[in-house]
């Protein structure tokens, strides 16, 4: 593979000409050092995926003020590159966090996870129809209904006439 054909090499040097150590662009640009680094040394598949691979590159070109299009271009061309020589990116295959966590759980608990949920939802449907609807329904029997009082019509009316 031919990562080291991204020119990360001169971003570094750009970042050394203006006096910046890799701490200083993490805290102007958020990119994580480590990341950081890697772009510096060409080392494209130890970053996160590509989306977030354009973001820290063009973040950085911004900060270090040099035009992001060579850079992004240069990022595109090595990837596809890395595609056509290998059938998968190393780094989509790399476990996540998220992944270790998944193996770890046995498969019945998202079952009992969901119906949880459920008997969640239906004891607190259950609850608030208790204490906020069953009190309204059984209040209606001590009001007066409509037309259950006379009321004698208005003399006003009758001496415009």
Request: charged share 20%; aromatic share 10%.
């Amino acid at each position: 593979m031919k990562e080291l054909r991204f020119p990360g090499h001169l971003l570094r040097a750009r970042r050394e000409a203006l006096g910046h150590a890799l701490a200083d662009m993490h805290t102007l640009t958020h990119v994580p050092q480590a990341a950081l680094e890697a772009i510096e040394e060409g080392r494209l598949t130890d970053l996160p995926v590509k989306a977030y691979t354009l973001g820290f590159i063009q973040s950085y070109c911004r900060a270090l003020g040099v035009p992001q299009e060579p850079f992004v271009d240069q990022f595109h061309s090595v990837m596809n590159e890395v595609a056509r020589n290998s059938r998968s990116f190393a780094w989509i295959n790399r476990p996540s966090a998220m992944d270790s966590m998944a193996k770890r759980r046995p498969r019945w608990m998202d079952g009992i996870a969901t119906w949880a949920t459920v008997c969640g939802v239906i004891l607190l449907g259950w609850f608030a129809y208790t204490i906020v609807v069953k009190p309204l329904a059984d209040s209606w029997q001590g009001r007066v209904e409509a037309g259950s009082v006379e009321i004698a019509p208005p003399t006003a009316f009758d001496k415009a006439r």
